[in-house]
């Protein structure tokens, strides 16, 4: 048993289990004599809820991932202004989409998944789609809590995830050149669509069909130096709606938490009023068996100094009749 099999074990089992089960390989590695790889088991994490969720996802349904990946691929790379505009939608589809069948997933598990757990499941979406390093981290299936884009800045996932190991990996891909990690692939559009929806390569190739194949090398060099500034433009003002977004949803997400806090509060707090409740009645009790109490002491010493007395009458008149 290596490190990275059992890793990917105990994080695919059910919360409630994972201790239980860590365990159990910890007691397997020390029987075999390997204590090194039981020490390293000791100490991997217990996932959060989120964390959970969308560990067991990336198992149930990995061509969800896939998605997930290849539409990073697209964000990341170069493409025009309609392109740009329509993988801004399907991210936003994709995003939702992910989050809500991985906590259907969960639920008909018996996990119930909070308002907080979907912001974060939609955050550790948006950071795989937009960072390399966040989708290596996600299609692990090993993460620890959830995953969360901050600006322009690399995603964290230094304690992300269970393993150092699948830290480094995403960290080399975050620093990966473009050329090596990203390749843009428009997605297959349908027939009938708008006109002006294919892409760059699409239309230039109707073009140079169109124009017999004739238009001089030179003259789409020039067009491309022309164009260049836009796209750059255009990039530019998509990270800046991307960062926007993200700030967005953090500021989402964080609203959720509090909501959720507030309402586990009101409801403390109505479970504390019940009590105090309670406690009054039993006070009230408490004082009314106090009273009682207090009147039966009263009557029972007044009748103890009756009976003192008529002891002490009864003791003289036997004096008096004994013979001396």
Known sequence: MDLRTAAEELYGVDPARFMAERSRLVAEARTA?????????????????????INAGVRALPDLVDEIDRLGAALRGEHDDVELRELGSDRRRLIA???????????AGGTSVSEAVQRDLESTVQAAVI??????????????RPLAASGLDAVDVSDAVALPEVADEAREAQGAPDAEVIEFRPRPRQAGSAKGTGSRAERGRDAGSASGGQQPRRGRAAEDDRAAPGRAAERR????????????????????????????????RGRLETEIDDLTEQLEGAREDLARVDRERGELRRRRSRGERAVTDAERRVDRLTPE
Not at 97 to 107: F, H, I, L, P, Y
Not at 131 to 144: P, Q
Not at 247 to 268: H, I, P, S, T, Y
């Open 33 to 53: 004599g390997e204590r090194d790889l039981a020490k390293r088991l000791t100490s991997l994490r217990k996932p959060t809820v989120a964390a959970w969720v």
């Open 97 to 107: 989409r992910a989050a809500r069948e991985w906590a259907a997933a969960a639920e």
């Open 131 to 144: 960072d390399a390093g966040a989708a290596v981290a996600l299609r692990s299936g090993l993460l620890v």
């Open 237 to 268: 003002a998509a990270e800046r709606l991307a960062a926007a977004e993200r700030e967005l949803e953090e500021a989402r997400g964080e609203l959720a938490e509090v909501r959720d806090r507030l309402r586990e509060l009101d409801g403390e």
